[in-house]
């Protein structure tokens, strides 16, 4: 899909309709974003703006990393925005390429996916923006992908304290693997971060930026900073949780075999002492009538004994 946006001289941007990209348009102080776009709306705007298409589809490889190139006078700039998926009433917070080429009178985006980025941009949500000025355009985007990924990571935090305490509460496999679902995120969003921060570091090597435009540079990247020491937060935070919990939950083994080590030996005696009287030889009390019940007592002592010593034993090890 291609969306082609213009600006007015209030700076407000606007769509323009399907129905007018075609062949010949004139696409220049334009911005044209392109969504999972097919083979043909690839070669539309290469054609129509110039640019090799290789920039165009660098984008759209899941595994494309952050980076930035220039070729001539058209730059291509990669970076990594934060998304989330959806799987089986589950989210996990994942990462995707999007793609920036500037040329000299154009601004390109290209995504795999729809993104809510692009979105705020289009509807009015991001003020004072005008795709004739390219590079602070650019900026401003990347500034608004810095605050959603500080808005995720918010969400992530708020997510993993809900968690926490439906474990405090049972514990239960889905409620470990939300965790661990959620520290899979974090990983992924520390990773891109990190990729960002380096793309943003070396931009000036490959556009223009104006001199008020620095002051935009460095809140993008304060804010990248701040959402990579954020993310490294939550993530020792959140490892450290899941190492709790885990020991927590061999603790709790360790006491229910204890039990049933305990149970087990009390029940052992009572059956051996039976097993002995039940053997087809003369025994003690034999035909006596009250046999049965000096059995049961001796029985009761024994356990009663070993009872006393296991809970003593147990006591004088919580103490140490």
Known sequence: MIQVVCSDKEKQLSLISAEQITEGFDFSD???????????EIELIASSCAVPEEMIKAALDEEETARAEKEKDTALIICDIPAI????DNYTYTTLPFGFILTKN???????NDTTLVNDFIYGRVKN?????????????????????????????????????????SMKNKELIELLNLQKSLVYISTSLHSNKTVLERLPRFADFYEEDNELLEDVIVETNQALEMSNIYSNILSGTMDAYAS?????????????TVITILIA?????????GMNTGVPWEGEPMGFWIVIAICLAICTVTGIILITKNRN???K
């Not at 998926?85 to 089986?88: F, L, S, V």
């Not at 154009?106 to 795999?112: A, Y």
């Not at 608004?144 to 405090?168: G, H, M, N």
């Open 269 to 277: 005696i009572p059956s051996m002492i039976a097993a002995f009287w």
């Open 30 to 40: 334009k911005w044209v974003h392109m969504s999972n776009p097919t083979d043909k």
């Open 85 to 88: 998926e959806e799987d089986d």
């Open 317 to 319: 090890n919580r103490r």
């Open 129 to 169: 923006v005008s795709v004739k000025k390219k590079t602070r355009f650019l900026l401003q985007f990347l500034y608004r992908v810095s605050t959603k990924y500080l808005q995720y990571l918010k969400q992530i935090d708020k997510a993993s304290q809900r968690i926490k305490t439906e474990l405090e509460k």
């Open 248 to 260: 927590i939950i061999n603790n709790n083994l360790n006491i229910v075999m204890k039990t049933l």
């Open 106 to 112: 154009t601004i390109i985006t290209v995504c795999l």
